[in-house]
């Protein structure tokens, strides 16, 4: 069983040495029918596929046919990969939990621990405001579990508060906090930095990719988006400071010499390497 950890020391994704002060992360989910069909369409009588269907038809005609996607209340989390990140922002390690099962409950599980044992670590992703820790929160409360030092034993400044240290939504941050909406999201970031962005499965595909029994290609399609939001967090300091623009291209060698490395037993990581480009801030190319 592989969790956040990692691996043992000595062997690929085992620790590295220095202390996590980042947890960089994302999930993919999938929505439960079955609770759906419960909570909405009580007494029709719907299968799970026919209530999820029949509820996106309803979210097509409220969004004038912009969106079809359903809450994120209904959603179960099927996949969670993370990444740690050393104090200066060295890549430590890159895990799918729980991976090759892919259990729901062990995933969030092994998630919460992580945070838990991590105590001085600072949360990143994007747009998980909004999704991933709504996502995450509300599956512990299915499953029952103890997630206490998210909820910070009642630190309004904890991970909950939305301007908080301990927690970087990179999307809030990048949109003044919601002041302008970032069309194209982390696949323009990522392809502005030469990153690989979205390539063979988006997110719209899960759904279809785990009815099909396909865990492991959500699963590489959920650690290419950690790998990209990695990369874009790295920019990020780069605008405050943290540090310099040299720097952030030292650690994005080394974190792709780490990943090649990496790959030779891990080779979902293949096609993001393949798709590594080289950052060229020239416009109109």
Request: charged fraction near 25%; aromatic fraction near 12%; include cysteine.
């Amino acid at each position: 069983m592989v969790d956040l950890h990692g691996a043992k020391a000595g062997e690929p994704g085992g620790d590295r040495g220095p202390e996590t002060a980042y947890i960089v992360f994302d999930t993919e989910s999938v929505v439960d029918g079955a609770l759906l069909s419960r909570v909405l369409y009580p007494g029709d009588g719907l299968s799970p596929e026919d209530a999820a269907a029949k509820e996106r038809k309803a979210r097509l005609e409220d969004s004038d046919g912009s969106s079809d996607f359903i809450a994120v209340t209904f959603h179960v989390p099927v996949s969670i990969s993370v990444a740690r990140v050393a104090a200066d922002f060295r890549l430590l390690d890159v895990v799918a939990l729980d991976a090759p099962r892919f259990d729901p409950r062990q995933m969030v599980s092994l998630f919460w621990k992580g945070v838990a044992r991590y105590r001085g670590s600072v949360l990143v992703d994007f747009n998980g405001r909004s999704f991933d820790l709504p996502l995450l929160t509300l599956a512990a409360f299915r499953f029952g579990i103890s997630c206490p030092r998210y909820f910070a034993d009642g630190d309004r400044f904890g991970f909950r508060y939305r301007f908080t240290s301990s927690h970087i939504d990179l999307m809030e941050w990048l949109t003044e906090y919601g002041a302008y909406r970032m069309k194209g999201g982390l696949n323009l970031l990522a392809k502005m930095l030469g990153k690989p962005g979205k390539m063979s499965t988006r997110g719209d595909q899960v759904d279809a990719l785990y009815r099909a029994g396909a865990l492991r290609e959500i699963s590489d399609y959920c650690t290419q988006d950690v790998l990209d939001t990695y990369f874009i967090f790295l920019r990020t300091r780069v605008l405050t400071g943290q540090i310099t623009l040299e720097d952030e291209q030292r650690l994005v060698a080394e974190a792709r010499s780490w990943l090649q490395e990496r790959s030779k037993t891990q080779p979902g990581l293949e096609p993001y390497l393949e798709n590594f480009g080289t950052w060229n801030p020239e416009p109109f190319l």
